[in-house]
Structure formats: structure tokens, C-alpha cells
């Protein structure tokens, strides 16, 4: 698929063609610059900045679910460790390791749930393409298939609308088959029952439910494979809006090349539309902002994620032979 970065039109600011003049300036008045652009330069710069803007807003939404996972399994290892080394905890520590619980548990929840409803428009970004009802079509389809995403999503309107996610947390651990290693682990669980009496569950959805999970899910995995379906969609996501991404980060990066060629030490410059003498629009071109763009973009996102775990089991020592 091809990709073409939609022009805006003239709002009132640039409506006097002819009249503006267009340049990329120095901010600091201890070393200023100009360089004249065209108008059809200034509008690209500008459209480039506004796609990069939208798209990192995106990925933004898929780092912070990366965090909000982070947290919860931070919980679940430091929770065991505190239980390895200090194991006389009573009913009423258990009780606030529940609570805990939920903080991380809503956490990643609700990070899910934003990536999914704040998805970007592009409107007016992608031409032809609708990256947002591309992207719904697919979540759909995902979630028809996966127990994990009607649970979790059941789940996180059972949090908001009615109570706290995390009904129990256990600890415990046991020694492997030849007794030579002890596992100590923190598990959380979630009773299905009172959140399947929500109607808006179907019977079908209820029955798989009930099928997969039992009385109570064990939270992680289910938390897990969560975060991997949302890794698929990110990566057809990244695929469709390839061409829009790279073309914007093309423009943006022409920009700082000539804005290099007169910076002293910093790639920084301000893109201005001046009118009578006077700056009527500026919006900023900066080096750390496309540095930015392609770290999120790197962003390492996982669609096998519940296959994956943290251990600190140690792997022996290194013997030269």
C-alpha cells in the first residue's frame, strides 16, 4: 500500500498566498538564522509534525500498557521474594496483598481498554486509509476468538461499575521433581462467577467462560495474553501506517539537514509563517522530537506474551574447557 501524507488546507493563518512568508528560524536570539522555505514546504513540514504528533500518541498508549504490565509482574515477583524470606505473614497481610492486587490489576485493564478506545483517527493524515475502523474490525475479530479478551474486558466493567477486580492472593512453592530447586510464587485470582452476571455477557461467551477458567482465573495468564493480542494489532497497525510514518519522518529529517547547517550546537529550529512583519504561526523542529518518534516506534511488542515469564533461577557457573 502506498502512502501519501494529506496536505491540510489554508486556514486563516496562511489564506493570504503570496503575502506570508515562510521560514525555519533560530529560537535563541545568541545565534539566530532564517532560512526561507516555500509554502508548499511550510504546509508539509507542518502536516509531517501533525501526522508524528497523532501516530506517537499511539504508540504512547501501547507503551503505557508495557508499564502498567510491568508494574503487575513487579508485584507478582517482589510479592513471592517477600514471601520466600519472610514467611510468618499473617490473614491480615494476605488481605492487603489482594488490594495491592487490584491497583496493578486495573492498571493494565484500564491501559487496555484506552489503547483500544483512544485509537487515533489520522483524520485527514492517511488519504484512503482508515486506520481507526481497520483497526476496530480487527480487535473484533481477535476478541471473537479469544476467551482472554471477552474475560478481561468483562473483567474491567465488573472493576469499574461494581467491585474490586482481585478476590484472593496466594503464595506458596515447591520443590521440583529431583528436589534440587524450590519455586516460590504470588498468584491472584478472580472468582468468574459474579462477573459473568453481567447481561451484556452472552450465554455462549458465559459458558466458555466458565469451560476455560473455572471457578476462579488465575489473573496473570489471563493479564498476559491480554498484552500479547494487543501486540498483533500493533504490528498490523505499524504495517498500515508504514508508508504515512516513513514519508513524515522523511520530510521531518530534511528539515533538521538544513536546519543543521547553520545550528551552532543544537538541531533546533522554529518553522514560522510571518505576515506584515509579525509571526502569525510556529510550530517547532527539533531533533529529540523524530528521535522520539522512531524509539516508539522500536518499541518491542510481543504476540506470544503468555508464553513468556521472568525467572531468577540461577544457570550455573561458566567452566572454561
Not at 247 to 272: G, H, M, N, P
Request: hydrophobic share 40%; with cysteine; glycine share 6%.
Amino acid at each position: 500500500m502506498g502512502g501519501s501524507l494529506a496536505k491540510p488546507p489554508s486556514d486563516a493563518a496562511i489564506s493570504a498566498a503570496g503575502l506570508d512568508t515562510y521560514e525555519l528560524r533560530s529560537p535563541f536570539i545568541s545565534s539566530p538564522f532564517s532560512h526561507v522555505l516555500t509554502r508548499a514546504e511550510y504546509l508539509a513540514l507542518r502536516a509531517a509534525k501533525d501526522f508524528l504528533l497523532t501516530y506517537m500518541s499511539l504508540e504512547e498508549s501501547v507503551l503505557q500498557i508495557l508499564y502498567a504490565s510491568q508494574n503487575f509482574e513487579e508485584y507478582l515477583l517482589r510479592g513471592a521474594l517477600d514471601f520466600y524470606l519472610f514467611s510468618t505473614h499473617e490473614f491480615d497481610y494476605f488481605q492487603d496483598m489482594r488490594l495491592k492486587a487490584n491497583l496493578h490489576v486495573i492498571g493494565v485493564l484500564n491501559s487496555i481498554t484506552g489503547f483500544r478506545d483512544q485509537f487515533p483517527t489520522f483524520k485527514g493524515q492517511t488519504g484512503s486509509l482508515d486506520a481507526r475502523s481497520l483497526f476496530l474490525d480487527r480487535w473484533k475479530q481477535l476478541q471473537s476468538g479469544s476467551i482472554a479478551l471477552r474475560f478481561g474486558e468483562a473483567l474491567r466493567n465488573y472493576a469499574q461499575h461494581q467491585r474490586q477486580p482481585v478476590t484472593g492472593a496466594t503464595t506458596g512453592g515447591g520443590w521440583d521433581k529431583a528436589r534440587t530447586l524450590m519455586e516460590s510464587h504470588l498468584t491472584v485470582y478472580s472468582e468468574t462467577a459474579p462477573v459473568l452476571t453481567d447481561r451484556a455477557i452472552s450465554l455462549t461467551t458465559r459458558t466458555e467462560i466458565e469451560a476455560e477458567y473455572g471457578a476462579k482465573a488465575d489473573v496473570a495468564l489471563i493479564l498476559r495474553e491480554m498484552v500479547g493480542a494487543v501486540g498483533t494489532l500493533v504490528k498490523q497497525s505499524r504495517d498500515d501506517l508504514k508508508p504515512y510514518y516513513d514519508e513524515a519522518c522523511s520530510i521531518f529529517e530534511s528539515a533538521l539537514k538544513t536546519v543543521s547547517q547553520y545550528a551552532e550546537r543544537f538541531i533546533v529550529a522554529d518553522a514560522v509563517v510571518i505576515r506584515s512583519g509579525s509571526v502569525i504561526e510556529k510550530f517547532g523542529v527539533f531533533e529529540d522530537f523524530l528521535l522520539r518518534a522512531r524509539r516508539l516506534r522500536s518499541t518491542m511488542v510481543m504476540t506470544n506474551n503468555h508464553q513468556h515469564f521472568v525467572s531468577n533461577r540461577a544457570r550455573g557457573h561458566f567452566r572454561d574447557q
